[in-house]
């Protein structure tokens, strides 16, 4: 049995009344960061992450470095409320692009900010280049030379 949801709000008892009649064992979602830290606080709430009943997975697709690290930290959050969500956040596999940690990489990184700068006077900051576009410069070179 699988159930998908198109939309929804990110109010807690809407994830409540999701995840209660607990019908499903494996949850997939690919959704916002926030709403996520709500999916798994709510399942928290509900004895799902402890139980090892339930396997919950998150398809990250875009990649942040800054919300990949501690996605259940919220700064304005007090510290229990953090504690809590990290605890939640134990239960969850994220799946999500790989970064290349090679000089190449860097260096096409470096390139794709300098255009954006330059461009469109797009500064990225500390931001990561988006996979996609590193995805896409990869399969314009395959094609080249494919082509060629």
Not at 16 to 42: H, W
Request: hydrophobic share 40%; proline share 4%.
């Amino acid at each position: 049995m699988y159930f998908v949801i198109g939309f929804f709000d990110e109010k807690r008892h809407f994830f409540y009344n999701l995840l209660y009649p607990r019908r499903v064992k494996v949850i997939v979602m690919c959704a916002s960061p926030d709403s996520i830290r709500e999916i798994m606080m709510t399942a928290h709430d509900l004895g799902m992450v402890d139980s090892g009943e339930y396997a919950f997975f998150s398809v990250e697709l875009f990649t942040s470095t800054n919300e990949s690290r501690r996605p259940w930290f919220r700064e304005q959050d007090p510290v229990e409320t953090n504690r809590k969500a990290r605890k939640a956040y134990e239960a969850l596999l994220t799946v999500t692009a790989r970064i290349p940690v090679t000089a190449e990489y860097a260096e096409f990184s470096r390139g794709v900010k300098n255009l954006s700068q330059q461009l469109f006077q797009k500064p990225y900051g500390k931001e990561e280049v988006n996979t996609y576009v590193t995805a896409f410069h990869d399969a314009v070179i395959l094609y080249s030379l494919a082509v060629n």
